[in-house]
């Protein structure tokens, strides 16, 4: 059974920093990463990175946010820098091996002073 666990959420002030995790268990991805959703909008990639190594962020946070990948330990993480107010989102896990795709259960991340 495949499971996937987020940590790392939590409020931090505009310009700080916060480190999402995600380890996945039950089955090998191929491609493992974030995306975001706000109440109203359509969820949005963030940033996936394929077992290869190749990497797609969203032009909102290049720059800012770092998405790295332990194969071994079948985990992802998304470190975010210089965290604005709009990043403000509930921050989903996702891995995908063809046909497959699994979400996390969510965590919340809340940019405010």
């Known amino acids: 059974q495949v499971q996937l666990v987020e940590s790392g959420g939590g409020l931090v002030q505009p310009g700080g920093s916060l480190r999402l995790s995600c380890a996945a268990s039950g089955r090998v991805f191929s491609i493992m990463g974030w995306y975001r959703q706000v109440p109203g909008k359509q969820r949005e990639l963030v940033a996936v990175m394929s077992s290869g190594g190749s990497t797609t962020y969203a032009d909102s946070v290049k720059g800012r946010f770092t998405i790295s990948r332990d194969n071994a330990k079948n985990t992802v993480s998304l470190q975010m820098n210089s965290l604005k107010p709009e990043d403000t989102a509930v921050y989903l896990c996702?891995?995908?091996?063809?046909?497959?795709?699994?979400w996390g259960q969510g965590t919340q991340v809340t940019v405010s002073s």
């Open positions: 996702n891995a995908r091996v063809f046909p497959l795709e699994y």
